[in-house]
């Protein structure tokens, strides 16, 4: 089967690419710029499309394509600079991403698999974890061009043979890592001690690998077509026990100590971190028994494998130095 994988050089891009490319699958990818080729296999097959949006030309690209999966996406930012952010993102998420399925269905592309997120459900649960029949509460500029995206892949659905499948994934975390989840190894491996022993939450994570490995079972499975997954470790875990488990696979000592939730949300206000801090002690689950039931899927990796191949990549990344 031939799979084109856009935005094949980032950071969930660089190891599907790697997985199909050893699979029996013909792999092409798109990226941005030639200088990011180093980190996609040798003989990968790669179009550079540098800017993705209403009017950027797939033709050529899609030509022979069986499946795509369309990762190339304007990605969440913690600190907005932009006049017009919902703009910026529907130019990419949305209109890009209805560009390239219009292109895909004139050239006979049979499926896209569209990276979407978790943010479309909400930003947080409460007793509930997140499921594919929630009605969606996109909460900012970010989850809403993605959502408008999965809308609009699934009118073209009904209007031409193109199938869909839609993954939302909630925080991927592996080599690679950036944002937050980085920020949070880096902080438990300089040994600073952290508020957040009274943290009583709990969040739905997702490993680079397993992620991958759902994909991968959307690529041919006759039962994905024309439906959304929500994809998960299957294992969630509170901001404390993701410390220890952090700690423990740095070979670091978790210098947890007790503070009031409250009060921390109260400094994050002060310092306009609110968000990052809600990140912390907010509660975002996901059930992904749609996708274990209907396609057979469990996740290969073990939250604890994922860890502490996370904690490695780190150990030996010259990204750590400081």
């Given amino acids: 089967m031939n799979v084109l994988i856009t935005g094949a050089n980032g950071f969930i891009g660089r190891h599907l690419s790697k997985i199909l490319f050893e699979s029996e699958h013909v792999v092409k990818g798109t990226v941005r710029s030639r200088e990011n080729l180093v980190f996609l296999p040798e003989k990968m097959d790669v179009s550079v499309v540098d800017n993705i949006g209403p ?16 990762l190339a996406a304007r990605v969440h930012i913690m600190y907005e600079t932009s006049d017009s952010p919902l703009q910026q993102f529907s130019n990419v ?3 890009g991403t209805q560009r390239l399925a219009l292109q895909a269905a004139d050239a006979g ?9 978790i943010k479309v459900n909400g ?7 997140f499921t594919e029949n929630d009605k969606p509460a996109p ?11 999965e809308q609009s892949l699934s009118r073209l659905a009904q209007k031409s043979g193109l199938e869909f ?15 937050n989840f980085y920020n949070l190894i880096r902080l438990i491996n300089k040994g600073l001690p952290l508020p957040l022993a009274s943290i009583e939450n709990k969040r739905s994570l997702i490993y680079l690998g397993n ?7 959307c690529i041919d499975h006759p039962y994905a077509a024309n439906k959304t997954f929500l994809v998960s470790d299957g294992e969630d875990l509170s901001t404390p026990d993701l410390i220890r488990k952090l700690s423990a696979a ?8 007790p503070f009031p939730p409250a009060l921390l949300r109260i400094g994050g206000t002060i310092v306009k971190r609110l968000n990052t801090v809600q990140r912390l002690t907010d509660s975002l689950t996901i059930d992904s028994a749609k996708i274990v039931n209907e396609l057979g899927w469990t996740p290969p990796f073990t939250v604890n494998q994922g860890l502490k191949e996370t904690a490695e990549w780190f150990k030996n990344s010259r990204l750590n130095l400081e």
């Fill in 250 to 257: 740095l070979g670091k000592p978790n210098r947890l100590f």
């Fill in 211 to 217: 992620l991958a490995d759902a994909v991968m079972k």
């Fill in 123 to 129: 930003e947080k649960t409460g007793d509930k974890p």
């Fill in 93 to 95: 998420n949305t209109a």
């Fill in 55 to 70: 009017e950027t030309d797939w033709r050529d690209v899609v030509k022979g394509i069986d499946v795509i999966v369309h």
């Fill in 109 to 117: 592309v049979r499926r896209i698999i569209y990276l979407s997120t």
């Fill in 165 to 179: 499948v839609i993954v939302r994934p909630p925080l991927v975390y592996g080599a690679g890592v950036k944002g």
């Fill in 139 to 149: 909460g900012d500029p970010y989850s809403i061009s993605k959502w408008e995206a």
